[in-house]
């Protein structure tokens, strides 16, 4: 759950500069402020995602060896 509510906050701000880049009346500067603000907040989310992912091949790998020595 914490890994789609993650990747939905960071897709939806790609979302938002993309097609912010396009419309004329989008204010790009306040939005690249705004991602410089929350830089540590985006990279912190896009960290846990990797290790996240990391602790579960590290578990099934365990799994697996715990596994055939049955």
């Not at 091949?57 to 060896?65: A, C, F, L």
Request: hydrophobic share 50%; charged share 20%; proline share 1%.
């Amino acid at each position: 759950m914490a890994k789609k509510l993650t990747l939905a906050i960071l897709a939806l701000a790609f979302l938002v500069g993309s097609v912010g880049a396009f419309v004329l009346k989008f204010n790009m500067d306040g939005y690249i402020k705004f991602l410089q603000g929350f830089s540590p907040l985006y990279i912190s989310l896009i960290a846990s995602i990797g290790a996240n992912s990391a602790v579960e091949k590290y578990k099934e790998v365990k799994d697996v060896k715990l596994s055939k020595q049955d």
